[in-house]
T-cell receptor
Framework: DQQVKQNSPSLSVQEGRISILNCDYT??????FLWYKKYPAEGPTFLIS?????DKNEDGRFTVFLNKSAKHLSLHIVPSQPGDSAVYFC??????????????FGSGTQLTVLP | DAGVIQSPRHEVTEMGQEVTLRCKPI?????LFWYRQTMMRGLELLIY????????DSGMPEDRFSAKMPNASFSTLKIQPSEPRDSAVYFC???????????FGSGTRLTVV
């Protein structure tokens, strides 16, 4: 049972347009959410995070939105650039002791930004 | 800091052989994680250590998989015997005390033929 789901395995966007990557979760105890970006032959790198007490966090071209009632978060990239082409992983964590505090990752979405 | 270092980068082995993947976490980080990436399931947590002690190995798929962390600067993930379905990219990650995110290594691409 996947607690973090990224239902779109791939997304293609024209350069300069907005990229929207979506993520759904089922565990209501999750209170921190992160996005990681992964280039081929490299490990995932941290991109942006959001706490459950917020509904939006912005960092340059990247904005993450959280809708707790819908258990949904999204990553917006505006404007999209060819260098943004990568696999994006959504991750979540619950502020509990033990393994629940570890990050649970989604299956990833391959973003391709077309020049 | 050189980051999380994994070796080898690529491993091709025959079914039935023993495979050992290695990881050196970032100095000072006290948590270490082993993940496996597959197309179907994305990043799966296999096992994690806190202060060199295994905390949760419920993600280890079978008894063929084992992991050790003999000291704060080294960990191994061993598969014995290996099978073709073990083919995947295996990532090691570390985290500092109280930190939210992890730092990942570049991964080991394992192919079992």
């Amino acid at each position: 049972d996947q607690q973090v789901k990224q239902n779109s395995p791939s997304l293609s966007v024209q350069e300069g347009r907005i990229s929207i990557l979506n993520c759904d979760y089922t565990n209501s105890m999750f209170d921190y959410f992160l996005w990681y970006k992964k280039y081929p032959a490299e490990g995932p790198t941290f991109l942006i995070s959001i706490s459950s007490i917020k509904d939006k966090n912005e960092d340059g071209r990247f904005t993450v939105f959280l809708n707790k009632s819908a258990k949904h978060l999204s990553l917006h990239i505006v404007p999209s650039q060819p260098g943004d082409s990568a696999v994006y992983f959504c991750a979540a964590r619950a502020s509990l002791s033990g393994s629940a505090r570890q990050l649970t990752f989604g299956s990833g979405t391959q973003l391709t930004v077309l020049p | 800091d050189a980051g999380v270092i994994q070796s080898p980068r690529h491993e091709v082995t025959e079914m039935g052989q023993e495979v050992t993947l290695r990881c050196k976490p970032i100095s000072g980080h006290n948590s270490l994680f082993w993940y496996r990436q597959t197309m179907m399931r994305g990043l799966e947590l296999l096992i994690y250590f806190n202060n060199n002690v295994p905390i949760d190995d419920s993600g280890m798929p079978e008894d063929r998989f084992s992991a050790k962390m003999p000291n704060a600067s080294f960990s191994t993930l061993k598969i014995q015997p290996s099978e073709p379905r073990d083919s995947a990219v295996y990532f090691c990650a570390s985290r500092g005390q109280g930190a939210l995110g992890y730092t990942f290594g570049s991964g080991t691409r394992l192919t079992v033929v």
